[in-house]
C-alpha cells in the first residue's frame, strides 16, 4: 500500500494512507542502501496488523524536490510567515528566507500576519517592497480569522512548507486550519519581543476539508529560525536573487557591476528614484558584505525607508 510519510520519530514513520495512519519501521535495505526516509517521502508499506495500525516501510518513491533545512521533500511551495509588528520584521532575515527558496526553485508566497494591529501605512511599505520583486503578498489576521479564505485557496491541493521566525503566529495559524494538530503556541515575550520556538520536529499535516479525491492538502510548520546561513551563495551571485535589480543592470557603466561602490550604477539610479525599495538594498548591501569576509552587521529595520 501506498503513502506519505507525515513524521518520523526515534526510527518509527507515520504513514498516511487511505486507510488511516500506519507506524512502520524502516527496512535494513534502506541502510545499506544510505538512504533515510524523509517527511514528505511517497512510499510503499507492507501491513504488519490493520487494526493496530502497524507495518513495514519497504520502498520510498522517486522525489521531485528536497529541502535541506527543514529535512523534506516533494515540496510544491513555500509560504514565509512574518508578523507586520509586535514582532517587527527582520527584513533581513526575509530576505535570507527568500533566496533560500529561491535556491531550491520553490514558488513563495508572503504572508504577513496580525494585520488588526498594523496601519495601512506600514502593510503599503510591505507591499512596495515585495511585490516589486515579483513577490505574492498576503496580509492577515490569525487572531480575527481575517485573511484565511485566502490562505486556504493558496493551500488547496498542494504540499506547503510553512517558514518564518518564532513569535510570528506559525503554529497558530495551523491550529487553525487544522485543529487536530493540537500544536503547543507559544508566548511572546514582552522583553525581547520574540516568540519561543514551540516547533521541534517536522511534521505533515494533512488538511482534509481542503483535499479531494485527486488531490491532498498538507502542511507543514517549520522550527523557528534567528539566523539563516546562506549555502552556495557569493558575491558575484547574488544579485541574482534580487530580481527587481535585473530591469536596471543593463544601465550600468561597467559589466559585472556589483551595484555597491561602482559610479553610473543602473541600480542605485534606480534606487535613488524610489523604483528599488530601500530596505532590500540594504539587506543586498549587508549580505554582500558578510559575504565578502566582513562581519555582518544587523540594524533595526525602518519601516518607513522602504
Same mark, same amino acid.
Given at each position: 500500500m501506498q503513502g506519505k510519510i507525515i513524521k518520523g520519530i526515534a526510527g518509527f514513520y507515520?504513514?498516511?494512507?487511505e486507510k488511516g495512519v500506519f507506524e512502520c519501521r524502516a527496512k535494513g535495505i534502506f541502510r545499506n542502501k544510505n538512504v533515510k526516509p524523509l517527511v514528505g517521502d511517497n512510499v510503499v508499506i507492507d501491513?504488519?496488523? %490493520?487494526?493496530?495500525?502497524?507495518?513495514?516501510?519497504?520502498?520510498? =518513491?522517486?522525489? +521531485?524536490?528536497?529541502? *535541506?533545512?527543514? &529535512?523534506?521533500?516533494?515540496?510544491d511551495q513555500a509560504v514565509i510567515l512574518f508578523a507586520i509588528v509586535?514582532?517587527?520584521?527582520?527584513?533581513?532575515?526575509?530576505?535570507?528566507?527568500?533566496?533560500?527558496?529561491?535556491q531550491q526553485?520553490?514558488?513563495v508566497v508572503i504572508c504577513f500576519n496580525k494585520e488588526d494591529i498594523a496601519s495601512e501605512e506600514e502593510k503599503k511599505a510591505l507591499l512596495?517592497?515585495?511585490?516589486?520583486?515579483?513577490?505574492?503578498?498576503?496580509?492577515?489576521?490569525?487572531? %480575527?480569522?481575517?485573511?484565511v479564505d485566502e490562505i486556504k485557496g493558496? =493551500?488547496?491541493? +498542494?504540499?506547503?512548507? *510553512?517558514?518564518? &521566525?518564532?513569535?510570528?503566529g506559525k503554529s497558530s495559524l495551523i491550529n487553525l486550519l487544522y485543529p487536530e494538530a493540537e500544536m503547543e503556541t507559544g508566548t511572546l515575550s514582552r522583553k525581547i519581543q520574540r516568540g519561543k520556538n514551540t516547533t521541534r520536529h517536522s511534521e505533515l499535516f494533512h488538511i482534509k476539508d481542503l483535499s479531494d479525491d485527486k488531490e491532498n492538502t498538507y502542511i507543514m510548520d517549520t522550527p523557528g529560525f534567528t539566523s539563516l546561513y546562506?549555502?552556495?551563495?557569493?558575491?558575484?551571485?547574488?544579485?541574482?536573487?534580487?530580481?527587481?535589480?535585473?530591469?536596471y543592470e543593463p544601465n550600468c557603466r561597467f559589466g559585472g557591476c556589483a551595484h555597491?561602490?561602482?559610479?553610473?550604477?543602473?541600480?542605485?539610479?534606480?534606487?535613488?528614484?524610489?523604483?528599488?525599495?530601500?530596505?532590500?538594498?540594504?539587506?543586498?548591501?549587508?549580505?554582500?558584505?558578510e559575504l565578502k569576509g566582513q562581519r555582518p552587521v544587523y540594524k533595526k529595520s525602518n519601516k518607513k525607508g522602504m
Amino acid at each position: 500500500m501506498q503513502g506519505k510519510i507525515i513524521k518520523g520519530i526515534a526510527g518509527f514513520y507515520y504513514i498516511d494512507t487511505e486507510k488511516g495512519v500506519f507506524e512502520c519501521r524502516a527496512k535494513g535495505i534502506f541502510r545499506n542502501k544510505n538512504v533515510k526516509p524523509l517527511v514528505g517521502d511517497n512510499v510503499v508499506i507492507d501491513i504488519i496488523n %490493520e487494526d493496530e495500525k502497524t507495518g513495514n516501510l519497504i520502498e520510498v =518513491l522517486p522525489r +521531485k524536490n528536497q529541502l *535541506l533545512r527543514p &529535512p523534506v521533500v516533494n515540496v510544491d511551495q513555500a509560504v514565509i510567515l512574518f508578523a507586520i509588528v509586535k514582532p517587527d520584521p527582520n527584513y533581513n532575515l526575509l530576505d535570507r528566507f527568500l533566496i533560500m527558496m529561491k535556491q531550491q526553485n520553490l514558488p513563495v508566497v508572503i504572508c504577513f500576519n496580525k494585520e488588526d494591529i498594523a496601519s495601512e501605512e506600514e502593510k503599503k511599505a510591505l507591499l512596495d517592497a515585495y511585490e516589486k520583486c515579483g513577490y505574492k503578498v498576503l496580509f492577515m489576521s490569525v487572531k %480575527e480569522t481575517a485573511g484565511v479564505d485566502e490562505i486556504k485557496g493558496i =493551500l488547496k491541493g +498542494k504540499t506547503t512548507v *510553512l517558514a518564518g &521566525p518564532s513569535g510570528v503566529g506559525k503554529s497558530s495559524l495551523i491550529n487553525l486550519l487544522y485543529p487536530e494538530a493540537e500544536m503547543e503556541t507559544g508566548t511572546l515575550s514582552r522583553k525581547i519581543q520574540r516568540g519561543k520556538n514551540t516547533t521541534r520536529h517536522s511534521e505533515l499535516f494533512h488538511i482534509k476539508d481542503l483535499s479531494d479525491d485527486k488531490e491532498n492538502t498538507y502542511i507543514m510548520d517549520t522550527p523557528g529560525f534567528t539566523s539563516l546561513y546562506l549555502k552556495d551563495v557569493t558575491t558575484d551571485n547574488l544579485m541574482e536573487y534580487y530580481s527587481e535589480f535585473m530591469e536596471y543592470e543593463p544601465n550600468c557603466r561597467f559589466g559585472g557591476c556589483a551595484h555597491i561602490s561602482e559610479p553610473d550604477c543602473g541600480v542605485k539610479d534606480a534606487l535613488e528614484k524610489g523604483l528599488i525599495s530601500n530596505v532590500r538594498y540594504q539587506n543586498y548591501k549587508l549580505i554582500y558584505d558578510e559575504l565578502k569576509g566582513q562581519r555582518p552587521v544587523y540594524k533595526k529595520s525602518n519601516k518607513k525607508g522602504m
